[in-house]
Structures are given as C-alpha cells and as structure tokens.
C-alpha cells in the first residue's frame, strides 16, 4: 500500500490537486442549476452528475449543474460530506489493474430535505429548474405489484397526503413543488426517473397523477396536461460506498473523502426524447436520446438486474459474499447463462442497435470484475421491491406461453430460504428491506409450505395462483431446505 498524505476534497484542492487526478477545469462559482435530483446516492453520483460534470466541461454547459437533494433520515452522511466537501466528491472507475479517478464538480448545492422541505420546495419552484431527475429505489414508487396502482395505504404515501408540509416520498416533494410553479405561473419540470422500473417515466406519471388526485384534482389536470414524464434506461454498475473504498480514495489517490464512489467503466443512458421546459444536449456526452426506450429497458432490467438477482440470494446461501466470486464460479455460470439465454431471451425481442448475444457477453465480464468488489448483499437489499421488477415478468409471460421458468424459479426460492434469516451453518442473515420483517414473517410461519407467501398480492400479483409456479417454487425450496444450496444449484440451475 502507497502511504501518502492525504488531502480532504474540497474547492481548495482543485487548486493543487493531487498527481493524476482529474479535476474539473471549469470555474464552478459561475454554474446555476438547472437540474435538481432526489436521491444522491452512489448510483447518481457515478452516472447522472458524471455525464453532467463532462457537459460541463466539455461543452461549457454551465446552467445545467444539479441541486442535489436528499428526503430519507440515511442521507444525513451523504448530506454532511456534501456539505463539508463544497458538494465535491471522487469518482473511482475500476477496470482490471486500471483506477482512474476525478473529482465531480456538477453538483453545486446540495439540500437535506428531510431536516429542511422548505428548502426543496422553493428550489422546485425556481424556474432556472428545468428538470427534476430522480433515483428513488425500485421501492421509492409505492405501487402496488398487483393492480399497478399508488398504493395510498402505504405510510409515506399517507403521510405526505395528511402533512404536505413534511413529506416522506418523492410524491409530497414533486405535488408541492409543481404547485407552486403553477400558482406563480412558472413552467413546469420535466420529472425523470432514473430508477429501474420498465416504463419508469409511465409508472411515475401514473403513481404521481393518482397522488396528486387526492391532493388536489386540479393540480393533477394541470400536471397530466403540461409536465412531461420521459422514459430512460440507466445502467452503471456501483458497488456500495464502504471504508474500504474511502481507504482505496485516500491511499491510492491521496484524497480524503467521506462519500467517494467507485463503479467499473461502463455507462448506460437511454432517454426518451420527451422534455417539456428544454433539456443540455445530453447526446453530446454519449447519452442516447430515443423516441422509444422500452426495448433498452426491457433487456437491462431483465437481463442484467435478473441475472444479478439470481447470484444475490443463491450466492449468499452458497457461502459468496462479492458477486465477482458468484460471476467466476464454475458450478454458477451456467446457470446464469442458461437463465438468460433459455429464459429471459426468448422474451426481450429486437432491441436497435443491440446484439444480445454480445450484450450478455459483456454482462458475465462486467459481473466478474473483480476489481469492484461490488458485495452480494448490496445485491440482497430490497428484495420485496427488486423481485416484482426483475423476475416476476418474466415469469409470469413465460408460463402464459408455457416456456420454462425453473431457473428464474430457483431465484424466487433462494429469496425465500434467504428470507428465513439462517443460513445453513445456522448464522443470521442480514436483511435489508422496508418489507423484510412482515415478508420473513409470513416465511418463518409457514416453512416448507410457499403457498401463503405466494399468495402476498402486493408482491406476486396473480403468479400465486399459477398452480405450475407455485409447485415449482415448493419443489425448490424443499430442496434447498433439504439438500442445501450447492445442491440444488447442481440439480435445478443447469440444462440437462
Ligand atoms: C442491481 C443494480 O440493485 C441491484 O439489484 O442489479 O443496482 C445494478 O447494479 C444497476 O442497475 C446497474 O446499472
């Protein structure tokens, strides 16, 4: 290990920056934002604020920096570092022996919504705000998985209808930001989710309008008429923040930081062409802009987040705790090929541009990147939210056209043996998930016996009525119960 003094990142470093560092050259006292975003975790940070920071900087687009904003009591840490660090942070891009880092300067404010809304309210309502994007978690949307409806039973959801003044969801926030825009006679933003949900623009517009509805039906006509809701596809791989990456940023490139990201090389942005208050020229930096994002959505969700899915829970049960370690084992390999290739491909169609064969190709190399170390629990988080997105539809259009399931089934049982809380030398597995005490309550009660699992609406729709999931699942988890996760893995996970 090199030891080398350290720096903390902040303005005062760009001007002597460490050696090899890249640092923004632009002068960032003179940017405005035109962007605000929710939910600055290390997702946003190493795509979002990176295309954002190279329009910056390459293309002198300096009314385009973002306004970060966090709503949820885990963003304090986040909002301290911003707050000491003048919002600058160091982007790590890993690939092999190769690190290259740069401090992102396109970030030029940053707000703690969650101690301070009225702070987030005001900044929505400034018209230099032509986009709010958003990274709110698969479960940030509080739909049902069902019905597809907003769930208006859901805490936040409630909370933010009772207390607008207080929001917990991304709806309180966007409902009293257009308002006021509307009542001082202000354009509205374009809201972009840049979450992992098909359709995510289709799905915000649907779960917002029906908020809204309840809010104020006016205020949702006007929404409906006059803000436009683009779809995008997002994909970069990044591994959560952990000591372990602050010590790579500190001893390494000689930079103290406390919410460095590091994420592989990578990057993904599709965004349908649908803005209306402007947008940058987001092409300039290599996004792609579309009139139709599906198919890039489709194949990235159910073939990267899936195929991610199905290491989480069954790696962890084997013993794996980095998904380059799932990627590069030999009893798992084929069984995430065979899952994406038998499964998953027959139903993703032609995607422009895209040879699926090479995009799965590169999709095994990515997993295996060791250099990463992205952690399979990361992977674990959420499931209640992830699965319903990732496997479930697949599934689901697989049995209506009588094709095979059992490799996508193998995933849905190892989240249910993860889900009972012992692994199989009988420590406790971590959950982490808004939903994990209700869901491996109704695991541990019932065992061996899906079915009452399978029958949570919310998160399985109609799929606990299909007698062929619902046998297949019980044939697998009574394996993994009994036979233990290697075995299983050896006997359902691969073609025969
Ligand atoms: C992962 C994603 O959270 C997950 O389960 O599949 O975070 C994934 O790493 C990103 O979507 C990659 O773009």
Redesign the pocket.
């Known amino acids: 290990m090199t030891n080398i003094t350290s720096q903390p990142v902040s303005n005062a470093l760009l001007k002597n920056p460490p050696a090899g560092v890249k640092c923004p050259q632009y002068d960032r006292a003179s940017l405005s934002e035109g962007f605000l975003h929710i939910g600055v975790g290390g997702?946003h940070r190493s795509h979002q604020a990176l295309y954002i920071d190279e329009l910056i900087e390459l293309h002198g687009q300096k009314q385009w920096a973002i306004c970060g904003v966090g709503i949820m009591p885990q963003d304090e840490a986040v909002s301290r570092a911003m707050t000491s660090q003048d919002c600058l942070y160091t982007l790590v891009e890993r690939a092999g022996k190769d690190s290259t880092a740069r401090i992102i300067g396109s970030m030029k404010g940053y707000i703690f919504g969650y101690r301070d809304p009225e702070a987030v309210f005001a900044r929505m309502a400034d018209p230099a705000i032509k986009i709010v994007t958003l990274t709110a978690t698969e479960g940030g949307y509080c739909f049902h998985q069902g019905t597809g409806e907003l769930d208006l039973k859901n805490s936040g959801v409630d909370n933010d209808l009772r207390n607008p003044g207080k929001p917990r969801t991304i709806f309180g926030y966007l409902a009293e930001g257009l308002d006021r825009r509307r009542k001082a006679g202000v354009a509205p933003f374009t809201a972009l989710s840049c979450d992992?949900l098909q359709g995510n623009g289709h799905v915000l517009k649907r779960t917002l309008i029906a908020f809204l509805t309840e809010r104020d039906p006016a205020l949702a006509q006007w929404v409906e008429k006059n803000v436009a809701f683009p779809n995008c596809m997002?994909?970069?791989?990044?591994p959560a923040t952990t000591d372990a990456e602050r010590e790579l940023v500190r001893t390494t490139f000689g930079i103290e930081d406390a919410c460095p990201v590091v994420s592989e090389a990578f990057r993904q942005w599709v965004v349908e062409d649908d803005f209306c208050n402007g947008r940058p020229p987001l092409e300039k930096v290599g996004v792609q802009l579309t009139s139709d994002v599906a198919p890039y959505e489709k194949m990235?969700i159910r073939l990267?987040?899936a195929t991610?899915?199905a290491m989480?829970y069954l790696g962890y049960l084997c013993g794996y705790r980095y998904i380059h370690d799932v990627a590069q084992a030999s009893e798992f390999v084929p069984y995430l090929t065979s899952l994406m290739d038998e499964e998953v491909t027959p139903l993703i169609g032609a995607v422009p541009g895209i040879d699926l064969a090479e995009y799965k190709r590169s999709l095994m190399e990515r997993f295996a990147n060791e250099a990463i170390r992205?952690q399979v629990l990361?992977?674990c988080?959420d499931g209640s939210a992830?699965m319903p997105k990732?496997i479930l539809p697949s599934i689901a259009e697989q049995l209506d056209r009588n094709g095979p399931i059992r490799k996508l089934t193998l995933c849905v049982a190892s989240w249910i043996r993860f889900l009972a809380g012992r692994d199989e030398e009988g420590n406790e597995i971590p959950l982490v998930d808004p939903q994990g005490e209700r869901l491996a309550r109704v695991v541990r009660d019932n065992a061996r016996d899906p079915r009452p699992f399978l029958q949570l609406s919310d998160i399985f729709g109609d799929l606990g009525r299909s007698p062929r999931f619902v046998a297949e699942v019980e044939l697998i988890l009574n394996s993994l119960y009994d036979k233990g996760a290697r075995k299983t893995l050896a006997e359902f996970g691969c073609s025969k």
Do not use: A, P
């Not at 997002?234 to 990044?238: A, G």
């Open positions: 997702f992992n997002v994909d970069r791989i990044t990235k990267l987040n991610h899915s989480g992205d990361r992977i988080m992830k990732f």
